[in-house]
């Protein structure tokens, strides 16, 4: 299964349609519908998608994907619940407001033992707190290094390496809006990452970068592709 980080915050980042099925969601996952929502991801493979803000709202987006929502509301069952994991819902990933996995938004809420325990995260590779930690922050570094003025425009959303950790093959590709190309993000077998970037439009311009589980990372090659 391929996967694909969705990291923009902003409606203008996308075309308009995908923007307003993309808000629809989140409306239906808010008002604890989430018939409604199953029914918006499965005709949109949305399920990781969290609510867009316009341009000019000064309020950063809060990063609740509907898994978040199911976790704390009560009108959500552990079938909701059960068939959004099977959709693809992270369980790993955090809102970006209150830094909360869906497993800790629901024993704050006081769910089911059933949910509590459909929601734990999970780790295809178990790597200590503190080397998530630094390879999250050599990840930001060396995306910022490349698209900084990008990420800093669109209010873009680094890729979390809790979901890297997360996904089957411990690899993500993330498009880059206006990049016109993106980032394939790897865990190696060393638990070093490997990322390889590229923008389609500008010849040579690729670049590898390895991230040492220390957080710290150097450029491997480049002039690629």
């Not at 803000?53 to 990063?63: L, V, W």
């Not at 800790?104 to 930690?133: G, M, V, W």
Request: proline share 4%.
């Amino acid at each position: 299964m391929h996967h694909e980080w969705a990291g923009g915050c902003l409606t203008s980042t996308y075309h308009d349609n995908y923007a307003a099925k993309r808000n629809k969601l989140a409306d239906y996952a808010f008002n604890g519908r989430f018939d409604k929502a199953l029914e918006c991801i499965e005709e949109s493979s949305m399920v990781n998608g969290w609510r867009l803000r316009n341009p000019e709202d000064t309020r950063p987006a809060s990063g609740w994907t509907t898994l978040h929502q199911a976790a704390m509301l009560s009108s959500s069952t552990i079938s909701h619940i059960e068939r959004l994991i099977s959709l693809g819902a992270y369980r790993n990933i955090r809102t970006m407001d209150t830094k909360e996995n869906a497993y800790e938004i629901a024993k704050k809420n006081h769910r089911s033992r059933e949910i509590l325990d459909a929601l734990k995260p999970h780790y295809e590779r178990q790597l200590d707190e503190q080397t998530i930690r630094n390879l999250q922050k050599g990840l930001e570094e060396v995306v910022m290094s490349r698209v900084a003025s990008i990420i800093e425009e669109k209010k873009f959303r680094i890729p979390s390496v809790e979901v890297l950790l997360e996904l089957p093959g411990l690899s993500l590709w993330c498009p880059i809006p206006g990049f016109y190309g993106g980032f394939h993000i790897k865990l190696r077998e060393d638990n070093s990452i490997e990322t390889e970037s590229s923008c389609r439009v500008a010849g040579g311009s690729g670049q590898t970068h390895v991230i040492q589980p220390d957080g710290t990372w150097k450029v491997t090659a480049s002039g690629l592709y």
